[in-house]
């Protein structure tokens, strides 16, 4: 079924657009729990990352009012101009917008998109977890940043200081981008190269490597994915054992809003979803 687009809600009716909304999380929450179904896995496990971009910020408070807590973004310039009117928390009861405190309900930021190394100090400011990690280059400046900055120093916008998360003092999570399918087209570390790649990382203290994370081709037709699916997952169990992990310890981002059930199917722990919600931007 198709998602009932948000741009159908008249500009300026906030209560149509909320119900729109409200109508397709609800749809895309159905459909993670049946995706978890056939092996059994609790719901709860897979965590659903909203992709907002392009969304407007009044649109992205009324997907954290329904319970959202993840936000991707694909571009840092994008979240840099977001984050001084969403921060870190918002309050659990409503939309009202409150400095970071332990009371309010938190929101993790995840870039999602491609990181350039230029980019690489305002996303140590600016998110919570980084999928797109994909050279070794950009580890060194991730961590060169994130020491520099102790994790704790403060983003200023607008000549307002502004706490950049309330994880600030913890070591920024990172995926490894893998370009499983080797399109030409599409970022990623070679397969063959991703045990270097986390070893560097693990050599960094202020990195956590999360896990991998991988982009299928698209394709009208699900299945045509799991494939690619299957491989990541089957990299992911390799690299645990090279690195003396269990697989568990090691998180698998994959699927978006047209194949995100087989990759649950698939063992999918993060899913990135932005059309599925918000309709076609």
């Known amino acids: 079924m198709q998602p009932v687009l948000a741009s159908t809600a008249?500009?300026?009716?906030?209560?149509?657009?909320?119900?729109?909304?409200?109508?397709?999380?609800?749809?895309?929450?159905?459909r993670i729990h049946e995706a978890c179904q056939p092996s059994g896995r609790d719901p709860a496990s897979v965590t659903l990352v909203c992709v907002t971009k392009g969304i407007p910020v009044e649109t992205i408070r009324d997907v954290v009012a329904l319970g959202v807590?993840?936000?991707?973004?694909?571009?840092?310039?994008?979240a840099r101009q977001k984050w001084p009117a969403l921060g870190s928390r918002l309050r659990a009861e409503g939309n009202s917008l409150?400095?970071?405190?332990?009371?309010?309900?938190?929101?993790?930021?995840?870039?999602?998109?491609?990181?350039?190394?230029?980019k690489a100090k305002d996303a140590v400011d600016?998110?919570?977890?980084?999928h797109s990690l994909d050279t070794v280059a950009v580890a060194e400046e991730l961590e060169r940043q994130a020491a520099k900055k102790a994790r704790g120093s403060r983003f200023k916008a607008e000549?307002?200081?502004?706490?950049?998360r309330a994880?600030?003092?913890?070591?920024?999570?990172?995926?490894?981008?893998?370009?499983?399918?080797?399109?030409?087209?599409?970022?990623?570390?070679p397969p063959d190269e991703t045990l270097v790649l986390a070893r560097t990382i693990n050599q960094c203290p202020h990195l956590h490597l999360k896990g991998?994370?991988?982009?299928?081709?698209?394709?009208?037709?699900?299945?045509?994915?799991?494939?690619?699916?299957?491989?990541?997952?089957?990299?992911?169990?390799d690299l645990a054992l090279a690195l003396s992990l269990e697989p568990s310890a090691l998180s698998l981002s994959m699927g978006m809003s047209q194949d995100f059930e087989v990759a649950i199917e698939e063992g999918a722990d993060l899913v990135r979803i932005g059309t599925a919600i918000f309709g076609n931007r």
Not at 159 to 164: H, I, N, T, V, Y
Not at 213 to 220: I, R
């Open 10 to 30: 008249q500009a300026g009716d906030s209560l149509v657009l909320q119900e729109v909304l409200k109508k397709n999380l609800e749809r895309v929450r159905q």
């Open 69 to 78: 807590t993840d936000i991707g973004e694909n571009r840092v310039q994008e």
């Open 98 to 118: 409150e400095p970071p405190a332990s009371s309010l309900q938190p929101i993790r930021w995840h870039l999602v998109g491609h990181l350039q190394r230029n």
């Open 126 to 130: 600016l998110f919570d977890v980084i």
């Open 159 to 164: 000549g307002k200081s502004l706490e950049p």
């Open 167 to 189: 994880s600030s003092l913890e070591p920024l999570e990172v995926f490894i981008q893998v370009n499983v399918s080797g399109e030409t087209t599409k970022f990623g570390c």
């Open 212 to 237: 991998l994370m991988t982009l299928a081709p698209f394709t009208d037709n699900p299945e045509q994915a799991r494939p690619y699916f299957r491989r990541l997952r089957e990299l992911r169990n």
